[in-house]
Structures are given as structure tokens and as C-alpha cells.
């Protein structure tokens, strides 16, 4: 509409309209023109100006009659496209008709003026469907796929719900929200239980985290059991995740089990932190294999067992110890501590010196592996990532649920790694330690693999 209240010209909009409806509106002359489909197969069309438009809102007024006059609109719309369909009219008697009405079924469909119930009409031999839903189909869809990044992102089902019904004008429900994330239910399963025999994983890291979830009316916690593995071509991969009981050997034994039985091989270290349950599961699962206590919770332990005075000071000596050269040389820093603190800081040499050779077992790799193999910072990482999106929803529903959220966060890292930059160039470690096969030949990755 022009400022001085005219209408200007507009591009022509195709609808079917009844004449009921066209003396309603009161469209006439050079507004709007109405064309009724004299015969079979032709489609009715309806040219609205903007000041047609225009005069619609003024004339309604609000958005649930402007909702009403469009579902009338539609409605006939998809009669119309019924009766090109069968190339007939209801009622009529020809020979050119291709199929016979069948009723019609209710359909909601979400609009910017309100949700309007549509009557979509079946034909016999149910071949008629309606184009009017496609693009509805295409934006739904991507309205369930927001709704599920925005859960997986860490957006709690009550903020969605709010959201969502600000944006499209409808509410959803939490359960319904929650019941469209479950389709990440296949996509999630699929990935952890997914084949590892296609690789070997030289380096694995492994840690737990300890959730919330309602289980048979009451709180309880559970541990959820996340593996980093290193294959040989050097990219990280997230191995599997677990929710168990507790971090207790048994949990953790099921853990390697289910690991090992979709493939996991080659293991020659494993890092982790220093639990009873889980060393031991370590060991007997991986016979053969190093373990790797992390130096930083290590150190943690003894600057907990010392003296305040003597933290800061003895924090410094023990990092030294672990970041020597050699074993030869961490053993020499190690007798100077046991020597200068055994009077002062008894219980804090004493941790230092039972856990020393495991903190110490990443020294027999070569140098380049030394420093992200030493703690489980990588995993631990990985973990606080978890833990941040866990905060938003607190208390789980239910164990799926919980593997369902933590899956997919760790899907998608998983591609990013898989993807992304090398961890570590592998080379330096195949001729450190070829992998040989029971004949003796050499196993090591072909140049391609490692490049």
C-alpha cells in the first residue's frame, strides 16, 4: 500500500476460493479475480493484491480469524487438487475419470496466524497425495533437528518447550521434546557398538564420571565409563561408553569385556588414574599391556600428604622426577627427595616411592609420546565437557536417556577427531616397537596408512 492509501501493483498469488467465500471477503474487480474450474483437470486460481491482503487483516482483525478464512482457503485447495487428481468433479459422471473419493482425514498444520486443522482428502486406490505438505515436511523436520542439537547442547526440556513456543507460536510438552530426541536413540547404539577390529590401538585412556538418575522412583548415581584409544595411524577415537553401577573392578571388568569383543586390540599402554577396582581390571583384561598411573593425580597425593610449608617446594621436586629424561635419571631425582623429606614429609615420600614406577612407565616410549600419555588429561577433558552439558539436565530420567545425551556429545566429538588433526605421528613408534604377528613378520602400518 502506497502512502497515500492506494494500492500498488502486486504479483499474483494462485488459491481456490468458493463464491460463499469470495462474497464474504468481498473481492471484486481489480483486487482480485475469480476463476471457477468449469472442467475436470483445470486448476481455480485467485489473483490477491497486497491491498487485498491488506484489507483482509483490517477486515479480521486478528490472527485466529485470519487463521480461520486461510484454513477455509486451504482446504479447498486440496479439494480442488482431489478433483484434478481423479479428473472429476463430486458427483459428476465421466469417462475421463480416474479414481473415486474416499473421505477425507484431519491434519494439523502450524502456521505464523494459529495451527489449522485441515481436511485432506483420500481417493481408492490411495495414489493422491497433496504437494501442499512438502515444504511443512521439510521445516518440521528441521524443527526436530534444532530441537535435538539444542538438547544435546546442553538446553534442558523446559527451555526448549519455552523456546520453541516462542518461536512457532505452539507449546511442546517436555515429554514431547524428550520423545523427539529419541531418535537419537539408533544413530547413537549404532556408533557404540560399532566394529573396533579394523584398528589397533596402541594408547588407551580411560575414566569415569559419576551422574544422577531416577531409577525405580528414587536418585541414585552412576558411573559412566568413557575409552580414548590412539590407533595406528595416530588419530584419536572414542572407544565406547558404559553406565555402570560404580567404578568397581566388576563394572569395570564388563567394561574391557564389551571393549575387547567388538575389537579392540594391540593395547600396549593404558592410562588411567589410581583406583583399586580398575588397576586390577586393568591387569587381568590386559596381560601384557603397561599401566600408566597419572603423574598429576599421583602428585596431587603427595602434596596432600605433606606438610603445608613443604607443598609448594616438594610439588617442584616431584614434577622434576617426572619429567626427566630418562628412567635413569628419575630414579637419582627421586633417592634426593626420599633422602631430604623421609623426616619432615614420611607419608608423602612414602606415596611418591610406592607409586613411582607406575607413574614413571611412560618413560620407556620414545620422547615425542611422553608428554599427553603421562596423565589423563585427555580423557579427563573430554569428561568436564560431558559434565557441563550433565549440569544443565542434573537428574537423567533414565539410564537411555543418559547414554542418549552423553552418546551424542561424544559422536560428535568423535568425528571432529576422526577428521581433524593427527595426535600423534606414529612413525617414530613403529620402529620402536614393529608389531609382529605370530609368524614373526612385521605388522607394522603401510606409509599410506601412516601419512
Not at 268 to 281: F, I, N, Q
Not at 378 to 389: M, Q, T
Amino acid at each position: 500500500m502506497k502512502g497515500d492509501g492506494s494500492c500498488a501493483p502486486a504479483s499474483p498469488v494462485a488459491l481456490a476460493i468458493s463464491p460463499p467465500l469470495e462474497e464474504a471477503v468481498g473481492i471484486s474487480g481489480a483486487s482480485g479475480r475469480v476463476q471457477r474450474a468449469g472442467r475436470p483437470g483445470r486448476r481455480a486460481s485467485l489473483n490477491v493484491s497486497r491491498c487485498a491482503s491488506h484489507g483482509l487483516y483490517r477486515l479480521f482483525g486478528d490472527n485466529e480469524q485470519v487463521a480461520r478464512l486461510l484454513e477455509q482457503v486451504l482446504n479447498q485447495v486440496l479439494e480442488a487438487q482431489r478433483s484434478e487428481h481423479v479428473h472429476a468433479e463430486p458427483y459428476e459422471r465421466t469417462e475421463d475419470r480416474r479414481g473415486y473419493r474416499n473421505g477425507y482425514k484431519p491434519r494439523q498444520l502450524t502456521t505464523r496466524v494459529g495451527t489449522l486443522t485441515l481436511r485432506v482428502p483420500h481417493v481408492r486406490e490411495g495414489t493422491f497425495s497433496s504437494d501442499l505438505f512438502v515444504r511443512y515436511q521439510r521445516s518440521e523436520q528441521a524443527l526436530i533437528l534444532t530441537l535435538m542439537e539444542m538438547v544435546v547442547n546442553g538446553v534442558s526440556t523446559r527451555k526448549v518447550a519455552q523456546i520453541t513456543e516462542e518461536l512457532c507460536g505452539r507449546e511442546f510438552a517436555k515429554s514431547t521434546v524428550s520423545d523427539l530426541c529419541k531418535r537419537l536413540d539408533p544413530l547413537v547404539d549404532a556408533w557404540n557398538e560399532r566394529d573396533l577390529s579394523a584398528h589397533r590401538y596402541p594408547f588407551v585412556l580411560v575414566d569415569g564420571l559419576v551422574i544422577k538418575v531416577r531409577e525405580g522412583g528414587h536418585i541414585v548415581a552412576r558411573s559412566a565409563l568413557v575409552a580414548i584409544g590412539v590407533n595406528e595411524a595416530g588419530f584419536r577415537e572414542i572407544l565406547g561408553l558404559r553406565l555402570g553401577d560404580s567404578e568397581s573392578e566388576r563394572t569395570w571388568m564388563d567394561f574391557f569385556t564389551w571393549l575387547k569383543g567388538r575389537g579392540l586390540c594391540g593395547v600396549y599402554l593404558v592410562v588411567s588414574d589410581h583406583h583399586g577396582g580398575l588397576v586390577h581390571a586393568i591387569r587381568l583384561q590386559f596381560q601384557g599391556a603397561t599401566w600408566q598411573r597419572c603423574q598429576r593425580h599421583l602428585s596431587a597425593n603427595v602434596s596432600d600428604a605433606a606438610p603445608k610449608a613443604l607443598r609448594d617446594e616438594l610439588h617442584a621436586r616431584v614434577s622434576a622426577v617426572f619429567t626427566a629424561p630418562d628412567m635413569e635419571t628419575a630414579r637419582t631425582l627421586l633417592a634426593k627427595i626420599l633422602t631430604d623429606y623421609e623426616a619432615n614429609a614420611p607419608s608423602a615420600v612414602a606415596i611418591l616411592e610406592r607409586g613411582f614406577d607406575d607413574a614413571t612407565a611412560v618413560l620407556a616410549l620414545p620422547a615425542p609420546y611422553r608428554r599427553r600419555l603421562r596423565t589423563t588429561n585427555g580423557v579427563e577433558r573430554l569428561n568436564e565437557e560431558l559434565r557441563r552439558r550433565e549440569r544443565v539436565i542434573r537428574i537423567f530420567p533414565n539410564r537411555q536417556a543418559a547414554i542418549r545425551l552423553l552418546g551424542a556429545l561424544l559422536v560428535e566429538q568423535d568425528e571432529q577427531w576422526s577428521t581433524g588433526k593427527r595426535y600423534f605421528d606414529m612413525s617414530v613408534y613403529w620402529q620402536w616397537r614393529p608389531p609382529r604377528d605370530p609368524s614373526g613378520q612385521s605388522l607394522a602400518p603401510t606409509a599410506e596408512v601412516m601419512t
